[in-house]
């Protein structure tokens, strides 16, 4: 009896476990992509590398009581500006969790120039010197469509309806808003200063943009400097998980990286893979203890 039951067990936990891994969250921190300044510091004195380390240690610092932070560090000439933004669903310790990452990922992948922001699936970080060349809201800085076409079957006619709905209710949720519409995943945010007539100006841009740059591409992703968009089309219809999700306000958005759901793809692969060994592991360890005791 007894060791007819342990089997039993094992079988359960690793079921257990299995289930667990397959809602692991998404990996917030995964790089999207990054924009350095091709000037660096011409710093002797040390005045710029103080200031930039005081303006990371505040961003961070904030990033676990707001989404969006704007702030300035150094004086007069030597002053930095910089911000962070995270997506608008994230909880305050998630916020934190990948704010926090943002310095050490600056520092690494832009070393200390005179400008940098660095772009993750959940926030985004940025800083520049006073009197850095500023440019256009509207300006594209990053775009990614899907490798796979979508021809037929009313897929733009699809698109275009749900990121038209996109474009109203990101005004709305005053410059966040996230949702599915006809198998259409959405996400939308646009940077915390911005009011809502000129987020939905940014958003509008960024969707043109994601027509004409994507095509019939089955997702987009689409930076400019005040907003960004992404949407995916599924045909079976959109995840459960991804679905549920409804819209809601919020005060945010050079290399390539995961679109905003792919960490959360990789999560339920990484994790059903792991879940499956395990339960195989378990079997085998069970078929072992059932020949033992047949033994006996």
Known sequence: MGFTSKP???LVLGLFFFANLVESAPDYSALVYKGCAKQVFQDPTGVYSQALAALFGSLV???SKAK???TSSGSGQTSINGLFQ??????NSDCYSCVSKLPTLSDRLCGKTVAARVQLLGCYMLYEVNGFTQVSGMELLYKTCG???VRGSGFEERRDAALQVMENGVVTGHGFYTSSYQSVYLLAQCQGDVGDSDCGDC???AVQKGQVECGSSISGQIYLHKCFISYSYYPNGVPRRQSSSSSSSSSSSDS???GPNTGKTVAIILGGAAGVGFVVICLMFARNLLKKHDDY
Not at 86 to 91: P, Q
């Open 147 to 149: 490798a796979t076409n």
């Open 203 to 205: 958003v509008t841009t």
């Open 61 to 63: 610092s904030q990033s």
């Open 8 to 10: 039993q067990l094992l």
């Open 256 to 258: 390539s990286g995961p």
């Open 68 to 70: 969006f932070f704007k």
């Open 86 to 91: 995270c997506r608008g669903d994230l909880s």
